[in-house]
């Protein structure tokens, strides 16, 4: 777990609490709504350590100030979307191999996160959303310069979205079974692609 405090506490983090090089990195099975007191909180990675399944604290959502978040491979279930449009200041927003859908159907609640710089999805089924996930993205975020999805199930690609070069400039698109022999005009004004 990373935090990061701003403000008030400049500089001040908690940094590798878990042993980087040891494969059981485990916190536990609880995170304390007492998080929710560190006002200045900027910078939040619960990446890559087993919380066994349980539900993301809904009390995360109230961590405004928030500008990083990473729910990388944490093994949380349920969704997130009903907390995390509140997070309107979001930069980064990591969601890859996020143990159960955390999207549900829609992704709707991008909405509200016009700050956002990177997302990641990688490894998540975005099967049910693949008609519209383009489109939700570039009218809810329309500036965000890197969006990776990996492993997503996608199997085809817009053929028409004016303006996507505008939209990012980096995208992650492997290991993703399209269907289409050829790819849409949009695709080769990416300025960089990673599709395999």
């Not at 935090?3 to 494969?23: E, H, K, P, V, W």
């Not at 995360?60 to 949380?76: C, H, K, P, Q, V």
């Not at 159907?105 to 008609?131: I, M, P, Q, T």
Request: net charge negative.
């Amino acid at each position: 777990m990373h935090i990061q405090m701003t403000d008030t506490l400049i500089g001040y983090a908690l940094s590798n609490i878990r042993n980087q090089f040891s494969t059981n990195n485990e916190l536990g099975v609880e995170i304390s709504p007492s998080l929710v007191e560190l006002k200045e909180l900027s910078y939040l990675d619960l990446s890559m350590n087993s919380f066994g399944g349980i539900k993301v604290p809904e009390f995360i959502g109230r961590l405004t100030e928030l500008r990083y978040l990473s729910l990388s491979g944490a093994s949380f279930s349920g969704s997130v979307t009903s907390f995390l449009g509140n997070l309107l200041n979001l930069q980064v927003l990591d969601l890859s191999f996020y143990s159960e859908k955390p999207a549900e159907n829609d992704l709707e609640w991008l909405r509200g996160l016009s700050f956002l710089e990177h997302l990641s999805f990688g490894g998540l089924d975005l099967s049910k959303v693949a008609d519209s996930w383009l489109h939700t993205v570039n009218s809810h975020s329309p500036s965000l310069p890197e969006l990776d999805l990996p492993e997503c199930q996608l199997l085809d690609l817009l053929s028409s979205l004016p303006s996507l070069s505008l939209l990012f400039w980096y995208s992650d698109l492997s290991n993703n079974a399209f269907n289409s022999s050829t790819f849409p005009e949009w695709i080769f004004e990416l300025s960089n692609l990673c599709a395999s």
